[in-house]
């Protein structure tokens, strides 16, 4: 018999509807738990709660109790995967935190849905059938923490939420989902080339993240400069760009030794050090600013994050972000 630790953390899926305000709120009593017969009759579901949170309320300190929990499954030798349900707003950062942090020998997979059990059209039973299917399979070992909603399997690294409420919300800019679940049967098509795991028994770092725009100043970055922060993303213009009056302010930040990455604001596409004039993605690369490709500034400051508690110099994590 097969064995899946099903740890549930909050979320719309585990929401129901107040049929007399229309509000949509956590239920008293977990609305997916009428849906065990769903599975196969050799397979054991194992369910725990590690906390029951709407996603905004999650933290980098519950990204971590999470982690926790999965690497103990793993040195008790019990399980053939995880699976946790998650409220989709925060669900790509806490992959990427798992993605970044675990090493097991198991799937390890993230699933929310879109619409309360009780809602006309709901996907979270549908999702959650998805996720475990994905987590019993073989062929989704040694692909990274894997985040399946809408019969869509994705990875941590890239996926994001590109939609407030629909439920096909989840995709995967540029590089395209890496499987799919078609009925009983989940195919994958693509793979990941590398990983990176790094140990972390501690998130302690301060990381902000600043969105760039037409005609920004100093501002922010004269507030940040007197505050207490160990590090900032950028999700700058373009290819990775920044207004020239930004460029005072940048230069006061790493001479304090913040260690400073840049992502684009785009959709599509990487930030790479490609212009060379003022502000331009070559300038400030020169300046210290580490690039990196393929990364939202969301799963930047997840990165930078961990980075952080390794004890690296700015050219180490340099060197990390360009993997």
């Given at each position: 018999?097969?064995r899946?630790?099903?740890l549930?953390?909050?979320g719309t899926?585990?929401m129901?509807?107040d049929?007399?305000t229309?509000?949509v709120k956590?239920s008293s009593?977990h609305?997916?738990n009428?849906?065990s017969?769903l599975?196969e009759?050799?397979l054991?579901?194992i ?6 949170l709407?996603?905004p ?5 519950d990204m971590?109790?999470l982690?926790?929990?999965i690497?103990r499954?793993a040195?008790?030798h019990?399980?053939?995967g ?8 925060t ?14 020998p198991?799937?390890?997979v993230?699933t ?16 959650l059938?998805n996720?475990?299917?994905t987590a019993?399979s073989?062929d ?7 985040v399946?909603l809408?019969?869509e399997?994705?990875?941590a690294?890239?996926?994001?939420k ?6 096909a919300?989840?995709r995967?800019?540029t ?7 078609s009925?009983h049967?989940v195919?994958f098509?693509?793979?990941l080339v590398?990983?990176?795991t790094?140990p972390?028994?501690?998130i302690?770092?301060?990381?902000c ?8 100043d ?8 007197r505050s207490?922060?160990d590090?900032?993303?950028i999700?700058a213009?373009?290819?990775?760009n ?12 790493t001479?304090q030794?913040i260690?400073?990455?840049?992502t684009?604001?785009?959709f599509?596409g990487i ?5 060379a004039y003022?502000?331009?993605g070559?300038h400030l690369?020169e300046?210290?600013?580490i690039?990196?490709?393929g990364?939202?500034?969301p799963?930047a400051?997840i990165k ?11 050219d180490?994590?340099?060197n990390r972000?360009q993997?």
């Amino acid at each position: 018999m097969k064995r899946i630790l099903l740890l549930h953390t909050g979320g719309t899926i585990s929401m129901s509807t107040d049929q007399r305000t229309g509000a949509v709120k956590p239920s008293s009593e977990h609305p997916l738990n009428q849906y065990s017969h769903l599975f196969e009759e050799n397979l054991q579901i194992i369910e725990e709660e590690i906390f029951q949170l709407p996603s905004p309320h999650v933290t980098p300190s519950d990204m971590l109790l999470l982690q926790q929990r999965i690497t103990r499954a793993a040195e008790e030798h019990l399980f053939d995967g995880v699976v946790i349900t998650h409220g989709t707003d925060t669900l790509e950062e806490t992959a990427y935190f798992l993605d970044l942090t675990l090493h097991v020998p198991f799937p390890v997979v993230l699933t929310g849905a879109m619409r309360p059990v009780d809602e006309l059209g709901s996907d979270g039973v549908r999702n959650l059938q998805n996720a475990i299917w994905t987590a019993l399979s073989s062929d989704a070992r040694n692909k990274g923490v894997l985040v399946v909603l809408n019969e869509e399997i994705h990875t941590a690294r890239y996926v994001t939420k590109t939609h407030t409420t629909n439920v096909a919300t989840f995709r995967t800019p540029t590089f395209g989902p890496i499987g799919i679940v078609s009925k009983h049967e989940v195919r994958f098509f693509q793979k990941l080339v590398f990983s990176e795991t790094y140990p972390v028994t501690q998130i302690s770092s301060n990381v902000c993240l600043l969105k760039a725009y037409a005609g920004m100043d100093n501002t922010l970055f004269d507030a940040l400069s007197r505050s207490d922060i160990d590090g900032l993303v950028i999700e700058a213009l373009g290819a990775g760009n920044m207004p020239p009056d930004t460029l005072d302010g940048i230069r006061q930040l790493t001479q304090q030794g913040i260690p400073i990455v840049i992502t684009s604001r785009a959709f599509n596409g990487i930030a790479q050090d490609i212009y060379a004039y003022t502000g331009g993605g070559k300038h400030l690369k020169e300046l210290g600013l580490i690039f990196a490709p393929g990364l939202t500034g969301p799963k930047a400051r997840i990165k930078l994050m961990v980075l952080l508690e390794q004890s690296m110099t700015v050219d180490e994590m340099n060197n990390r972000f360009q993997l």
